[in-house]
Each structure stands twice: as C-alpha cells, then as structure tokens.
C-alpha cells in the first residue's frame, strides 16, 4: 500500500479510543523494524523523522525512497504515514517537496499571531496536496535535536486558535518531556488535557515524550482525547541495551559475528518489541 496521510487513522482512532503509535526512525533497520511489527500486529502507524535525523539519513528525498520501497518489498498492506517530527517552517516546505505524506509543523516557541500565521500557510497547502498536518501549543520538555523545552502546559484557548486553522492533528504540552523522565517529574497534567480536549472536541491530540510514561497515564490520556503517542528514546535505549549484550558477551568475535547484518539484528529485534508492547498498549493492534 503506498504511504497515507494520518487523517483517517487518526480520525478512526480518537473516535474508537485508541492511540496510533509515531514511532522515530534513524535509518534501514529501524524502519525495517516498525514496520514489520505494524504488518505482524494489523496496526496503522507514523513513521517519524526529525530534521535531525532527516539530515542524518542524507536528506528527505532518501527517507521517502527508502521507505517506498519498503511498502513495497516488504508487501506492507497496513496504513503507513511518513510524518516530519517537530518541523521548522522551511522543513515543513522540504518535506511537502520530496513527497512525505504528514508534517508537523512546530511553531510553539513562535509568538502566538505568527505561530497562527505560519500553521494557516502550511495548512492550506497541505491541504491541497491532500498531506495532515501536526501543529504544537505549548513547548514539549526535554531536548530533540538540540531544541531544549521547559514543558510547559498549554493554553486550552490558544489550542481552539490552532485548531480551529484545520490542523488534523494538535500537540499541546501537558507537563510531558522528550527523552528520559526525571526522578521529580510531576506527571502529567490531566487537568490540562481534559481542558484542551473540551475546546477543541474531536481534534486528534498528540502526547509527545512517550518514553517512560507509565501505562496508566498512558491509557488516561487516551481516554481524554490522546489520539496519536509519540516514541523515541524508548527504541533507541533497547537498541542500545541489545547491541550491548552482543558485545559484552562476545558474539562480535565469534564465526562471522561482525557481520552487520549479524550485529545489528539484537537490536532490531528489540526495537520490535519495544514497538510491539507499545502498539498493545495504545490499542492499534487489529485497527489497519
Ligand atoms: P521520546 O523520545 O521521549 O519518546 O519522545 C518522542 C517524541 O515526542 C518525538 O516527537
């Protein structure tokens, strides 16, 4: 199935209280990773990059290659967006050029009028060429790419003004942060949440920062309007838990063991059931 854009799977999920996970790709073996578990478990799924890891995986237009291919050589049938995770507004463009089907467009550190003025543009032209789009209220904690936030809790009228542009999809920051939770996090604000979902009604919402949010936030969140989960680190500290293991225990020396097809398969394999556990908990699984 060639990619798709998030509407309708984020549609179908707000309405059927469940989430769709974005899982962060970094290169082959990651893609490959998701995307197999997505097939395996009949779920839909956003395959995420960031400008960061955009560049890392030389340039937009290979991301889009690569990841067609896969559709294809992988015969994966299930619902697949290729989504631009926390996009400048030139990234945003970059992307709708080389043929991502999703973008989100972050202009949370932007002055309320100009993030409205930005979000309005990129809307109507992702709307012509039939893309969804992610718009931020409301800074996410953390750091991602070297963008450092505070996490902040978004302000549930500025919310309804983003929304209200035709966004698919709203990001609104709920005290969640990217990365690993500190040992003093105050968890998140449902308080907030259940304020932005009463102005905004059938908006899909993100949650940024899925790594290490406990389950049952997780599924409060999801009952408050949470229709799209965003995971990162989470896939990346199982890659490197695995990778690790196979060193340490010596396989790399062995036979044919530094082989990277060889090496980099525990690692693989964990990111599957890192995404397999989380596809569980979001409620995807069987959604395709
Ligand atoms: P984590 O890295 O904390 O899982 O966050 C991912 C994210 O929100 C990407 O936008």
Known sequence: ????????????AKAGHYAVGQFNINNLEWTKSI?????????????????????YMCGYKT????????????NITVPVALHLDHGSYEGAKACIEAGFSSIMFDGSHYPIDENIAKT????????EKGLSIEAEVGSIGGEEDGVVGAGECA??????????????MLAAGIGNIHGKYPANWAGLSFETLAAVQEKTGTMPL????????????????ISLGVSKINVNTECQLAFQDATRKYIEAGKDLEGKGFDPRKLLAPGSEAIKATVREKIEL????NKA
């Not at 991301?63 to 992988?74: A, C, F, S, Y």
């Not at 309005?120 to 709307?127: D, H, P, Q, S, Y």
């Not at 993100?206 to 969140?221: E, Q, R, Y």
């Open 1 to 12: 199935m060639p990619l798709v854009n998030a509407k309708e799977m984020l549609t179908k």
């Open 63 to 74: 991301v889009v290659g690569m990841v067609e291919g896969m559709l294809e050589g992988l």
């Open 35 to 55: 995307l197999l578990t997505a097939q395996e478990m009949n779920s839909p799924v956003i395959l995420g990059v960031s400008e960061g890891a955009g560049k």
């Open 206 to 221: 993100v949650l940024h920062g899925g790594t290490g949010i406990p389950a049952d936030m997780i599924k409060k969140a």
């Open 120 to 127: 309005k543009e990129l809307v109507a032209i992702c709307e």
């Open 155 to 168: 302000d549930p009228d500025e919310c309804k003004m983003i929304a209200d542009l035709g966004v698919t």
């Open 282 to 285: 979001f409620g995807s699984a």
